[in-house]
């Protein structure tokens, strides 16, 4: 057996009752670039953090170069010469390369740029990377930033190196140009661990693939042996039969149309492409793709809160029968012209819910315009804490205890709990299941349902295939910022989602 | 103008000048740690009355070496302004109190404690008309012979040792910035304490260093003020608080680079005291005169936003406290 760079043992990692990694047993051979494959909270980026040294292991034995060591800060990785090049770049904007390099390095003797710079300027030769060691941070592309961190492990001497998806921020041609530097420093006899989910990069770059899922460790196989769809299999699994109720929907007629939506952000960046699909009332329509493929701009784009380039968002409204177009409405216009639209956000302290104040006053938040005269009317909402609550069985003391201080799972009850008490005809929910324990979950799931009984449409978006699969009626596939199907979520397995999470449209099709 | 008179207005610039270059290189040295401290008027309170404390104990127990009151008066100046700086960084780094409020009770708090030891001293001295230090004071004043030699002599030699100290910290306090691996820890630790952590710099020293350091050299400010500039006396009036926020609006005039304090202040200083050689000024105008050195503070403002060059901006994470990211 070829000896390893790294072989972690027995891994474990908890937080709280979470265990984000069960007993992993990952080995990176010398020399070799290993792809890291695993869906959103597989666990990949927890794992790697342990050998970086910003998580420490709960169990388990990591061995750098077979001697076993002990890794507790990132500065026991750089001793051990462990590199990670983190997705979020830790980069100062107003130093130059050269600065940010040598940053918090001890170094002997005088102060000296120039000599830092000329190593710098050496080790970009060697590689052919594109950056001058004078250069600023804020001057740079992503691509180039991204090229200082890779320099700044190599420049502290590191002969293994993670990196946690460094294609995300890349185009494609960026990213070849990666990969031909991975593949210069492979050949310089550094092995390398790159954590992706885009299938065809794995294929492309990587000599072997070790599989993570809901953090256990699935298993590896020789890149040349595997293809798309054999790493899809490996990376999903076999289905999970959940029991989530589904009741055929009753009588869905399209509720909001959604035609050529374009958004861009504020940098520029094309976040949803000619997005056009129907949500039908009395359905509940799930949202799947990998994290940032544009679901949060799509729910913000229909809740009013994102600038909407080009398309429209037509509303059939089930009373009046009437049709509207929703784009250039912020939600106060939209709550105006009569759309009954109930948004439970990703982000439910900050964009949710007031942390510091109580149930009611989180109702009120719901309510106040009502009110009339001068004061507002604070009943109705205590009515309503008070019914969810109960109903809802939040652990709580009093309703006007800060909800901050509530669990995950409470607080996420009292946010749907207020959404759905507006008898909305929309209701949008961005993970909202996402750290909650399985009890609550299946309260969350029940609520939904129920809505979508009484005629509103729902939309789910979800990072869990095997709920996505069990509670929804229909799927929207995004990828990208772009629709990559619309498909039957009873007909569909699992797999072919896997495959259209990683699939780009066809130009043209 | 004549002559004379440009050249006495050029020597009230730099004596002006010198008290808030003192605090801005202080501060310079805080919020490059990424700490907006607007305790500084408070701290400058703190470093006068601490040396003045000093001196008059010395001077009333039968002291008559002015070396020994200069260094006495000098190291509890620094020791009082530290303590102060002590307590706004225990309160910020280690309680993450809001940054501006703990800098504005700092700036009562300073005031308060210096002007009831002042009055304290008063009674000490028995009651009666002003408490002056004059042996310790002397040795602030004094100047060498080059100071009489003419126009050039009385421009360039005529002021206490601490007008050429300001500078020195000044010039000292770039190179430390600019060209030592400290100072550049230092400033990562300021503009992205994130990044800073994940490369290994102890945040939370560095910060508790560069606030205790900043004020002490903060609070010269204020020891130059009671020794050199009102000559030993004090006075429980409010001129070290107005001198200190000028010391704030001239870190922010100078874009935080401490070569740009030099000459910043002795502007300020020109302006502020513009107003004595302007004849037929009112009371009313003369006050407007006081305010132009926060009017040139606010142009350059307005300019240096216009601009956007990066290297001007002050450091990204400065008030915000820094929490280790957890999961």
């Known amino acids: ?320 029968g009437k049709s509207e177009n929703l784009v250039g409405k912020d939600p106060l216009d939209i709550k105006r012209a009569g759309v009954g639209m109930a948004f439970v956000p990703e982000d439910r302290l900050g964009m949710g819910l007031v942390g510091s104040m109580g149930m009611t006053g989180n109702m009120l938040l719901r309510s106040y315009r009502k009110g009339t005269g001068l004061f507002v009317d604070r009943k109705q909402p205590e009515k309503l804490a008070n019914s969810i609550w109960k109903d809802l069985e939040v652990v709580t003391p009093s309703t006007a205890f800060p909800v901050r201080r509530m669990s995950g799972g409470n607080v996420q009850k009292v946010l749907v709990g207020r959404e759905i008490a507006q008898e909305p005809a929309v209701l949008m929910s961005a993970y909202a299941v996402r750290g909650l324990d399985i009890n609550t979950s299946y309260t969350i799931y029940n609520l939904l349902t129920a809505e979508k009984m009484k005629g509103v449409a729902v939309i789910y978006v979800g990072e869990d295939l095997d709920v996505l699969l069990e509670l929804c009626d229909r799927l929207v596939v995004l990828c990208g910022g772009q629709v990559s199907g619309v498909v039957d979520a009873r007909t569909i397995t699992k797999e072919e989602v896997g495959l259209l999470m990683t699939q780009h449209r066809k130009e043209g099709a | 103008m004549t002559i004379v008179q440009l050249l006495t207005l050029i020597n009230s610039a730099i004596a002006f000048g010198t008290v808030i270059m003192l605090g801005a290189i202080g501060e310079i040295l805080i919020e490059k740690a990424g700490n907006l401290n607007l305790g500084i008027p408070g701290i400058m309170y703190l470093g006068g009355i601490g040396g003045m404390i000093a001196a008059f104990f010395y001077e009333l127990h039968g002291g008559a070496s002015p070396v020994v009151g200069l260094i006495l008066s000098f190291v509890c100046s620094m020791l009082f302004a530290a303590l102060g700086g002590l307590i706004y960084a225990f309160l910020t780094i280690t309680l993450r109190a809001n940054q501006n409020v703990t800098g504005l009770t700092l700036t009562i708090f300073g005031g308060g404690v210096a002007n009831f030891f002042g009055a304290s001293l008063n009674t000490l001295a028995g009651g009666v008309g002003q408490i002056s230090v004059p042996v310790t004071s002397s040795a602030y004043i004094a100047y060498t012979p080059l100071g009489y030699m003419g126009t050039f002599g009385k421009l360039f030699f005529a002021h206490g040792f601490m007008a050429y100290l300001a500078i020195a910290l000044a010039i000292a306090m770039r190179y430390f910035l600019n060209r030592t691996r400290t100072g550049l820890n230092l400033r990562a630790v300021g503009e992205n304490p994130g990044t800073a952590d994940a490369a290994g710099i102890n945040v939370t020293a560095y910060k508790y260093l560069a606030i205790i350091v900043g004020a002490a050299i903060a609070g010269l400010g204020g020891l130059f003020y009671t020794m050199d500039y009102i000559k030993g006396t004090w006075a429980n009036d409010g001129t070290i608080e107005g001198l200190g926020w000028l010391a704030v609006a001239l870190v922010i005039f100078a874009t935080w680079k401490p070569l740009n304090a030099i000459w910043g202040s002795y502007l300020f200083g020109f302006v502020y005291w513009a107003y004595l050689y302007i004849p037929g000024l009112s009371r009313r105008s003369l006050e407007l005169f006081k305010m132009l050195p926060y009017v040139i503070t606010l142009v350059v403002l307005i300019i240096v936003s216009l601009r956007k060059k990066r290297e001007n901006q002050p450091p990204a994470s400065l008030g915000l406290s820094y929490f280790r990211e957890e999961r």
Do not use: W
């Open chain 1, 1 to 320: 057996m070829a000896s390893c760079a790294i072989k972690m043992e027995n891994v474990t990692k908890r937080f709280g009752k979470v265990v984000a990694n069960d007993h992993i047993n990952l080995e990176l051979r010398e020399g070799e670039i290993l792809s890291l494959l695993g869906e959103n909270g597989s666990g990949k980026t927890t794992l790697m953090n342990q050998l970086s040294g910003i998580y420490y292991p709960d169990e388990g034995q990591i061995y750098v170069h077979d001697k076993p060591v002990t890794i507790s800060s990132p500065k026991d990785a750089f001793d051990n010469g462990i590199g990670m090049i983190h997705q979020h770049f830790k980069l100062v904007d107003v130093f130059t390369a050269t600065e940010n390099i040598v940053l918090g390095l001890d170094g002997e003797g005088k102060f000296d740029l120039k000599a830092a710079g000329e190593k710098i300027r050496t080790i970009c030769e060697k590689y052919g990377f594109d950056i001058r060691p004078e250069q600023k941070i804020y001057d740079m592309s992503v691509s180039q930033k991204q090229t200082v961190e890779i320099v700044k492990v190599l420049f502290r001497g590191a002969d293994i190196l993670i990196l946690d998806e460094p294609t995300a921020v890349l185009t494609p041609q960026e990213t070849d140009k990666l990969f031909d530097i991975m593949r210069a420093m492979k050949k310089d006899g550094k092995s390398l661990i790159i954590i992706t989910h885009k299938l065809h990069e794995v294929l492309d770059v990587s000599d072997r693939v070790a599989v993570l899922r809901k953090g256990e460790y699935i298993g590896d196989v020789m890149t040349k042996d595997a293809n798309q769809q054999s790493l899809t299999d490996m990376m999903v699994g076999h289905s999970v039969t959940l029991n989530i109720d589904r009741p055929m929907p009753k009588d869905p007629k399209p509720r909001l149309e959604l035609k050529n939506l374009t958004v861009y952000d504020e940098l520029g960046v094309k976040r949803l492409d000619d997005v056009s699909f129907t949500v039908m009332g009395g359905e509940i329509l799930g949202v799947a793709g990998v994290a940032g493929s544009g679901q949060k701009e799509l729910l913000e784009s229909i809740a009013g809160l994102y600038p909407v380039r080009s398309g429209e968002i037509v509303f059939h409204n089930p009373q009046s």
